[in-house]
């Protein structure tokens, strides 16, 4: 099969516990309850474009242990191509522990283990079939020398980059944003990323217009229940949100990431690829988990036809 969008990324085991509110510091809580289940910022990214009908390679690294067969076991199911999933001997598989409070918001603590490993090695082995995608996914759950080989690799092959800069990274190396065609970080990742407020809309702007200007070509901010906005060299548009009461944000904005590189692999224009990305995100956090939570085509359909 040959890919329309390859991500290279994280492949994560989940363990979430639900509760009112995340325990103080040397506090013990109880909480209402917890599940395991599939994550990882590149498996989510996956997992979404697939189950909205791309088809999505995936490139990365699990452990030789349970969570990593069950990883992989996922995201066969999901219909994503696994066969630049490898296994690392002697490492233990990606983990996510997730506290998600009764708004429905979350915090994650991450334990890279094999996705510590993904080397730039890896995405030359890969090469015959990444140069035949037509996007490619990346965050910053691998190591960064890997992301900047893959970024670079997307230059060299005119194949269009889209970089999540999340989990967020103090100052990142502008040339390394500079060899991405989009950049899409939420409020708080901008904010580490250019060093500048971004609590304000027009704060915002600025911070987001501050990474075009220092090399990025089009930048997305996700923000969450207040939609995105898109700042470009011709200047910036909102992408306005979709109301629902929210469960579970976990794995939000890489619903929304997922859903806009398969809109625009589908050949929908930029608004309005933006704009599904925005009402795919919104129907994810209606449920619990990240990729549990991610609607196939036909459930989203039916979400945008209740909309
Ligand atoms: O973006 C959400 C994801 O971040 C979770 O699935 C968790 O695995 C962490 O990587």
């Not at 893959?150 to 060299?156: D, Q, T, V, W």
């Not at 915002?204 to 217009?209: L, Y």
């Not at 933006?274 to 619990?288: E, G, I, K, N, P």
């Amino acid at each position: 099969m040959t890919a329309d969008i390859a991500v290279i990324g994280s492949i994560t085991t989940d363990l979430v516990t639900y509760g009112r509110r995340r325990p103080a510091s040397g506090e013990t809580l109880a909480a209402d309850d917890f599940a395991i289940g599939q994550g990882g910022k590149g498996a989510n990214q996956a997992v979404a474009a697939a189950r909205l009908g791309s088809k999505v390679l995936m490139l990365g690294r699990v452990g030789d242990d349970a969570f990593g067969r069950a990883n992989r076991t996922a995201l066969d199911a999901a219909g994503v191509d696994t066969r630049h999933v490898t296994v690392t001997p002697g490492c233990s598989s990606g983990v996510a522990s997730i506290f998600v409070d009764a708004e429905g918001e979350n915090a994650i603590s991450i334990v890279a283990g094999a996705n510590g490993r993904v080397a730039p090695a890896d995405i030359d082995a890969a090469a015959n079939e990444l140069a035949r995608c037509r996007l490619i996914l990346l965050q910053l759950e691998i190591p960064l020398d890997t992301v900047r080989h893959a970024l670079a690799f997307g230059r060299r092959h005119a194949i269009p980059t889209i970089l999540n800069p999340a989990p967020a990274v103090d100052r990142l190396d502008p040339a390394l944003i500079a060899l991405a065609d989009i950049v899409a970080p939420n409020e708080g990742e901008l904010a580490l990323l250019t060093g500048l407020p971004t609590q304000t809309d027009t704060e915002i702007e600025a911070a987001a217009r501050h990474l075009v200007e220092s090399g990025a070509k089009v930048v997305v901010v996700t923000l969450g229940a207040r939609g995105a906005l898109e700042v470009g060299r011709n200047g910036s548009r909102p992408v306005a949100p979709v109301a629902v009461r929210a469960v579970d944000t976990t794995g939000a904005g890489d619903a929304f990431i997922g859903a806009l590189a398969h809109f625009r692999i589908a050949g929908l224009d930029d608004t309005q690829a933006l704009a599904r990305a925005c009402a795919y995100a919104a129907c994810s956090v209606t449920r619990r988990g990240a990729q549990s939570a991610y609607p196939t085509r036909d459930d989203f359909g039916r979400f945008l036809s209740s909309q």
